[in-house]
DNA sequence: GTCGCTTGGTTCAAATTGGAACGAAGCCAG
DNA sequence: CTGGCTTCGTTCCAATTTGAACCAAGCGAC
């Protein structure tokens, strides 16, 4: 690697406008959940995940990688959440270690009440500012990247290379119905 | 507000693909950062900043508004980033209040160290996984993302409705030549 | 001038985060 | 079955992050 690839001027800005987005975006709705439901925007996803959850719950790994966190970042959630009473624990009867998340009816309602302010804010920061074209083009573009990284994850640390074919995608919603 | 307007399928998956693929690159970028060369991502868009600029020197807040962080958090790390001898302080002339971080030598010296690495990484997680237009469109997309909120921002907090023209665009890169 | 309001940065306390270390369990080959 | 390796969550600790409170200093109107 003699010289790098340096970015060009339609690769940088790229860069600049998906960092400085992300941040706004995020800062955004961390703000308006707060405000709104007194939940930080790691919680929401929570609830939401585990409200679309098949029986309300999932463990406790899983869905830290869904919500793309570490495992003890977690934990400190689920034990936030679960004082407040909007979701507790249960232990998993095949394994002895496993703990399943569960969302609790309080949890449920909590998100119900939530959820149309989020969607709000979640189409005024990005959904509505774009067209229909945009946002297709949006969603392929940032989905080929989470399935290259999803892979790459799975794969172990190979040397920076690419993985192989596709994963499947994601799957409970952000800002759908609760 | 009877029914709120729940995201459709596309929409949905685009909000999915935003929130995932923005949280696994940024992982990944802080990882690679803080295991190559010791910087933690804010502090290497600090360098960037201060880099790019015209006498190597921001004002605090003006740094602070680049990086979409709180005031409070950039005291903290130019904080830090002077401790370590990569950035230091210095008072202005025209305004007593003022503060102007500047790079130093040193600091120039780690940004480039860094960089290729940081570029390498920027590419493998987004830039070279998309196909040229598709990159085109994510910079449209974004850049009209940041748009919108920044002058949203700047116009004080209006009831959510939405601003007017075009405000200028970023400024210094993030993952360009040091 | 000087009162009143906005700005610029820092300080402070509280909430999060993530990685490393751990203990308890699974799991598989020999 | 037993040693050796992986997995599951939690605990612990250090690093960040943010908003609120604060002090000092500009700034404009009176």
Redesign the interface.
Known sequence: ?TE????DE???????????????????LEQQLKDDAGLSHTQY?VLVQLNAAADGALRMTELADR???SKSGLTYQITQLERAGLVSRRSCPSDVRGVFAEITERGREVLRFA??GH??A??????D??T?E?????????????R???TE?RCGAQT?TQGGTATQ??SG?????P
Do not use: D, S, Y
Not at 10 to 28: C, D, H, P, Q, S
Not at 122 to 127: P, Q, T
């Open positions: 690697m790098p690839r340096w970015l339609g690769e940088r800005a790229a860069w600049i406008a998906f960092l400085t987005a992300t941040n706004l975006v995020n800062r955004k996803e919500l793309v966190t959820a149309p969607v709000e979640v189409r005024n920061a990005l959904i500012v774009l229909p945009q946002l297709t083009h949006l969603a392929e573009g940032l989905g080929e990247v989470t290259r990284l999803r994850q920076a995608a994601a919603a952000g800002a759908g119905r």
